[in-house]
Protein backbone atom coordinates (compact mmCIF):
# COMPACT_ATOMS: atom_id res chain seq x y z
CA UNK A 1 0.00 0.00 0.00
CA UNK A 2 1.60 3.21 -0.83
CA UNK A 3 -0.77 5.88 1.04
CA UNK A 4 -2.10 7.13 -1.71
CA UNK A 5 -5.61 6.65 -2.89
CA UNK A 6 -8.37 7.31 -4.93
CA UNK A 7 -11.58 7.50 -5.36
CA UNK A 8 -13.80 6.05 -6.71
CA UNK A 9 -12.35 2.86 -7.59
CA UNK A 10 -14.60 2.09 -10.17
CA UNK A 11 -16.74 5.05 -12.51
CA UNK A 12 -19.52 3.89 -15.73
CA UNK A 13 -20.73 7.05 -17.49
CA UNK A 14 -22.21 7.80 -20.62
CA UNK A 15 -20.53 10.09 -23.26
CA UNK A 16 -21.04 13.83 -23.01
CA UNK A 17 -21.17 13.54 -19.29
CA UNK A 18 -18.72 15.05 -16.66
CA UNK A 19 -16.82 13.02 -13.33
CA UNK A 20 -14.53 14.34 -10.93
CA UNK A 21 -11.79 12.14 -9.74
CA UNK A 22 -10.34 12.54 -6.67
CA UNK A 23 -6.75 11.51 -4.80
CA UNK A 24 -5.46 12.27 -1.58
CA UNK A 25 -1.63 12.03 -1.33
CA UNK A 26 0.78 10.07 1.02
CA UNK A 27 0.94 12.10 4.30
CA UNK A 28 3.41 14.67 3.92
CA UNK A 29 3.66 14.79 0.03
CA UNK A 30 3.21 18.61 -1.65
CA UNK A 31 3.24 17.40 -5.08
CA UNK A 32 0.43 15.37 -7.07
CA UNK A 33 0.18 13.55 -10.55
CA UNK A 34 -2.11 12.63 -12.60
CA UNK A 35 -1.86 10.52 -15.32
CA UNK A 36 -3.93 8.01 -17.76
CA UNK A 37 -3.24 4.85 -18.62
CA UNK A 38 -4.83 2.78 -22.05
CA UNK A 39 -3.56 -0.52 -23.84
CA UNK A 40 -2.65 1.66 -26.88
CA UNK A 41 -0.86 5.02 -25.56
CA UNK A 42 0.48 3.16 -22.24
CA UNK A 43 0.69 5.53 -18.58
CA UNK A 44 1.04 9.49 -19.89
CA UNK A 45 1.55 12.11 -17.88
CA UNK A 46 -1.37 14.51 -17.64
CA UNK A 47 -0.41 16.79 -14.98
CA UNK A 48 1.56 18.16 -12.52
CA UNK A 49 0.76 19.82 -8.98
CA UNK A 50 3.17 21.12 -5.96
CA UNK A 51 1.72 22.86 -3.08
CA UNK A 52 -1.27 24.17 -4.66
CA UNK A 53 0.00 25.19 -7.65
CA UNK A 54 0.57 23.48 -11.49
CA UNK A 55 4.15 22.77 -11.87
CA UNK A 56 3.70 20.97 -15.32
CA UNK A 57 1.46 19.71 -18.08
CA UNK A 58 1.28 16.56 -20.27
CA UNK A 59 -0.91 15.28 -22.49
CA UNK A 60 -3.84 17.05 -20.99
CA UNK A 61 -6.80 17.38 -22.95
CA UNK A 62 -8.55 20.88 -22.91
CA UNK A 63 -12.21 19.14 -22.22
CA UNK A 64 -9.84 17.47 -18.69
CA UNK A 65 -8.74 19.84 -15.58
CA UNK A 66 -7.46 19.10 -12.47
CA UNK A 67 -6.79 21.28 -9.36
CA UNK A 68 -5.07 20.43 -5.95
CA UNK A 69 -6.95 21.82 -2.74
CA UNK A 70 -5.11 23.55 0.57
CA UNK A 71 -5.49 20.21 2.37
CA UNK A 72 -3.24 18.96 -0.57
CA UNK A 73 -6.24 16.58 -1.95
CA UNK A 74 -6.41 16.89 -5.80
CA UNK A 75 -9.23 16.40 -8.36
CA UNK A 76 -9.03 15.44 -12.24
CA UNK A 77 -12.16 16.54 -14.01
CA UNK A 78 -13.24 14.98 -17.08
CA UNK A 79 -15.78 16.85 -19.57
CA UNK A 80 -17.80 16.08 -22.72
CA UNK A 81 -16.67 12.39 -21.86
CA UNK A 82 -16.05 10.09 -25.28
CA UNK A 83 -15.50 6.32 -25.46
CA UNK A 84 -11.82 6.89 -25.90
CA UNK A 85 -11.66 8.68 -22.44
CA UNK A 86 -11.80 4.84 -21.16
CA UNK A 87 -8.97 3.95 -19.36
CA UNK A 88 -7.38 4.15 -15.93
CA UNK A 89 -6.89 7.42 -14.49
CA UNK A 90 -3.63 7.00 -11.53
CA UNK A 91 -2.53 9.77 -8.93
CA UNK A 92 0.52 9.52 -7.43
CA UNK A 93 2.38 11.92 -5.39
CA UNK A 94 5.70 12.75 -3.84
CA UNK A 95 7.00 15.01 -1.12
CA UNK A 96 9.65 17.05 -3.21
CA UNK A 97 8.14 17.54 -6.74
CA UNK A 98 10.88 16.00 -8.63
CA UNK A 99 9.57 13.47 -11.13
CA UNK A 100 11.48 10.58 -10.55
CA UNK A 101 10.42 9.31 -7.44
CA UNK A 102 6.58 8.88 -7.33
CA UNK A 103 4.31 7.15 -5.54
CA UNK A 104 1.01 5.47 -6.87
CA UNK A 105 -2.23 5.58 -5.76
CA UNK A 106 -4.54 2.34 -7.14
CA UNK A 107 -5.97 4.07 -9.92
CA UNK A 108 -9.71 4.61 -10.95
CA UNK A 109 -11.08 2.58 -13.47
CA UNK A 110 -13.37 4.51 -16.32
CA UNK A 111 -15.86 3.22 -18.56
CA UNK A 112 -17.17 5.46 -20.89
CA UNK A 113 -20.37 4.16 -22.98
CA UNK B 1 10.37 7.53 -33.49
CA UNK B 2 8.92 7.46 -29.79
CA UNK B 3 10.59 8.95 -26.91
CA UNK B 4 10.85 5.20 -25.07
CA UNK B 5 10.46 2.11 -26.76
CA UNK B 6 9.65 -0.99 -24.97
CA UNK B 7 9.34 -4.40 -26.38
CA UNK B 8 5.46 -5.92 -24.66
CA UNK B 9 6.48 -9.17 -24.37
CA UNK B 10 4.47 -11.02 -23.39
CA UNK B 11 7.25 -12.92 -21.48
CA UNK B 12 6.75 -16.43 -20.02
CA UNK B 13 9.89 -18.04 -18.03
CA UNK B 14 10.51 -20.77 -15.73
CA UNK B 15 10.54 -20.51 -11.97
CA UNK B 16 14.65 -20.05 -11.38
CA UNK B 17 15.34 -18.40 -14.56
CA UNK B 18 17.38 -15.09 -15.33
CA UNK B 19 15.12 -11.94 -16.95
CA UNK B 20 16.54 -9.63 -18.89
CA UNK B 21 13.98 -6.50 -19.69
CA UNK B 22 14.76 -3.73 -21.65
CA UNK B 23 14.12 -0.03 -23.11
CA UNK B 24 15.45 1.99 -25.71
CA UNK B 25 15.04 5.82 -25.91
CA UNK B 26 16.05 8.82 -28.00
CA UNK B 27 16.06 11.80 -25.81
CA UNK B 28 19.78 12.34 -24.91
CA UNK B 29 18.44 14.50 -22.24
CA UNK B 30 17.21 11.59 -19.91
CA UNK B 31 19.49 10.78 -16.80
CA UNK B 32 17.15 9.90 -14.48
CA UNK B 33 16.07 5.96 -14.93
CA UNK B 34 13.44 3.79 -13.57
CA UNK B 35 11.42 0.73 -13.68
CA UNK B 36 8.43 0.30 -12.11
CA UNK B 37 6.08 -3.15 -11.68
CA UNK B 38 3.14 -2.98 -11.95
CA UNK B 39 0.70 -6.10 -10.70
CA UNK B 40 -3.11 -6.56 -12.62
CA UNK B 41 -5.41 -4.07 -11.34
CA UNK B 42 -2.83 -2.27 -9.25
CA UNK B 43 -1.13 0.96 -9.44
CA UNK B 44 2.74 1.16 -10.00
CA UNK B 45 5.38 0.78 -7.63
CA UNK B 46 8.80 2.21 -7.84
CA UNK B 47 11.59 -0.99 -8.27
CA UNK B 48 14.49 0.58 -9.19
CA UNK B 49 15.73 4.39 -9.66
CA UNK B 50 19.14 4.80 -11.29
CA UNK B 51 20.85 8.54 -11.92
CA UNK B 52 22.83 8.63 -15.08
CA UNK B 53 25.02 5.78 -16.43
CA UNK B 54 26.15 2.60 -14.45
CA UNK B 55 24.43 -0.35 -12.89
CA UNK B 56 22.45 -0.74 -9.53
CA UNK B 57 21.99 -3.60 -7.43
CA UNK B 58 19.24 -4.56 -4.85
CA UNK B 59 18.50 -8.05 -3.77
CA UNK B 60 17.80 -10.51 -7.05
CA UNK B 61 17.24 -6.96 -8.86
CA UNK B 62 19.72 -5.12 -11.29
CA UNK B 63 19.10 -1.77 -13.33
CA UNK B 64 22.18 -1.12 -16.07
CA UNK B 65 22.22 2.52 -18.13
CA UNK B 66 24.13 2.74 -21.12
CA UNK B 67 23.79 6.41 -21.68
CA UNK B 68 25.59 5.84 -24.80
CA UNK B 69 23.80 3.38 -26.76
CA UNK B 70 20.56 5.03 -25.21
CA UNK B 71 20.01 1.31 -23.22
CA UNK B 72 18.14 0.69 -20.14
CA UNK B 73 17.78 -3.05 -18.55
CA UNK B 74 16.31 -4.53 -15.63
CA UNK B 75 18.11 -8.29 -14.77
CA UNK B 76 15.78 -10.53 -12.45
CA UNK B 77 17.78 -13.49 -11.30
CA UNK B 78 16.13 -16.65 -9.40
CA UNK B 79 12.85 -15.45 -10.73
CA UNK B 80 9.85 -16.06 -8.80
CA UNK B 81 6.14 -16.74 -9.57
CA UNK B 82 5.53 -13.49 -7.56
CA UNK B 83 7.84 -11.18 -9.59
CA UNK B 84 5.08 -12.05 -12.80
CA UNK B 85 4.03 -8.71 -13.28
CA UNK B 86 4.17 -6.04 -16.15
CA UNK B 87 7.53 -4.30 -15.73
CA UNK B 88 7.71 -0.62 -17.17
CA UNK B 89 10.47 1.53 -17.63
CA UNK B 90 10.64 5.40 -16.99
CA UNK B 91 13.17 8.47 -17.43
CA UNK B 92 13.20 12.35 -17.36
CA UNK B 93 15.79 14.64 -17.72
CA UNK B 94 15.23 15.95 -14.77
CA UNK B 95 14.27 19.99 -13.60
CA UNK B 96 17.65 21.15 -15.16
CA UNK B 97 17.13 19.32 -18.50
CA UNK B 98 13.92 21.48 -19.03
CA UNK B 99 11.50 18.35 -19.27
CA UNK B 100 9.69 18.18 -16.17
CA UNK B 101 7.55 15.07 -17.17
CA UNK B 102 8.11 11.33 -16.25
CA UNK B 103 8.36 9.49 -19.58
CA UNK B 104 6.83 5.78 -19.55
CA UNK B 105 7.57 2.27 -21.77
CA UNK B 106 4.48 0.09 -22.84
CA UNK B 107 5.62 -2.00 -20.84
CA UNK B 108 6.50 -5.77 -20.46
CA UNK B 109 4.24 -8.28 -19.44
CA UNK B 110 6.01 -11.28 -17.72
CA UNK B 111 4.74 -14.29 -16.41
CA UNK B 112 7.13 -16.69 -14.09
CA UNK B 113 5.87 -20.41 -14.42
CA UNK B 114 6.53 -22.15 -10.89
Known amino acids: DSGVTQTPKHLITATGQRVTLRCSPRSGDLSVYWYQQSLDQGLQFLIQYYNGEERAKGNILERFSAQQFPDLHSELNLSSLELGDSALYFC????????????FGPGTRLLVL | QKEVEQDPGPLSVPEGAIVSLNCTYSNSAFQYFMWYRQYSRKGPELLMYTYSSGNKEDGRFTAQVDKSSKYISLFIRDSQPSDSATYLCAMSAGTQGGSEKLVFGKGTKLTVNP
Open chain 1, 92 to 103: ASNYDGNQETQY
